[in-house]
T-cell receptor
């Protein structure tokens, strides 16, 4: 199994541009989570999906952030327009069906907004 | 919502000594407490976890203890080795279903040779 796949691994963009981060969960996992990691705030949960349905998006910082999961094997996190304070590492994680506990993290996307 | 406090933020120990990292949580309904290890530039990886119906769990040199009454849990690493150097995060999960994790701020563990 390839594990959770995220792309791109690194993204550098200018303020005001749209950014789309992508995630492919482990096959058979039915829950998917988006986290953001910064030095100041640590690891924060942004949003999670269960069976492709958004369950809790209370961690999404503002309306500039949106996430979708059109099918069980793909999710996107979009920032529009991006700002320098959005610079962080964004992790996607997925959870096996029937367990709902252990979360497997992807390699992360390092986003730099200049 | 859940709030997780983690201490210390940095811990330096001599190789071979033990290391202890402590966390407290606020939501008495939390029922799952994992510990993640993150090496520089890498993803967090689960090293051990404990559920609220268990008081202690051990896996080789790593052990976790849970005190539900006091709402705190700890990670113990014995006979520390250089490869144990990393940032360690505790986390808590509330309620049922596949809820997200609330993480502590992390402990940078440094193993001195």
């Amino acid at each position: 199994d390839a594990g959770v796949i995220q792309s791109p691994r690194h993204e550098v963009t200018e303020m005001g541009q749209e950014v789309t981060l992508r995630c492919k969960p482990i096959s058979g996992h039915n829950s998917l989570f988006w986290y953001r990691q910064t030095m100041m705030r640590g690891l924060e949960l942004l949003i999670y999906f269960n069976n492709n349905v958004p369950i809790d998006d209370s961690g999404m910082p503002e309306d500039r952030f949106s996430a979708k999961m059109p099918n069980a094997s793909f999710s996107t996190l979009k920032i529009q327009p991006s700002e320098p304070r959005d610079s962080a590492v964004y992790f996607c994680a997925s959870t096996p069906s029937g367990r709902g506990y252990e979360q497997y993290f992807g390699p992360g996307t390092r986003l730099t907004v200049t | 919502g859940e709030n997780v406090e983690q201490h210390p933020s940095t811990l330096s120990v001599q190789e071979g000594d033990s290391a202890v990292i402590k966390c407290t949580y606020s939501d008495s309904a939390s029922n799952y407490f994992p510990w993640y290890k993150q090496e520089l530039g890498k993803r967090p990886q689960l090293i051990i976890d404990i559920r609220s119906n268990v008081g202690e769990k051990k896996d080789q040199r790593i052990a976790v203890t849970l005190n539900k009454t006091a709402k705190h849990f700890s990670l113990h690493i014995t006979e520390t080795q250089p490869e144990d150097s990393a940032v360690y995060f505790c986390a808590a999960r509330s309620g049922g279903g596949a809820d997200g994790l609330t993480f502590g701020k992390g402990t940078h563990l440094i193993i001195q040779p």
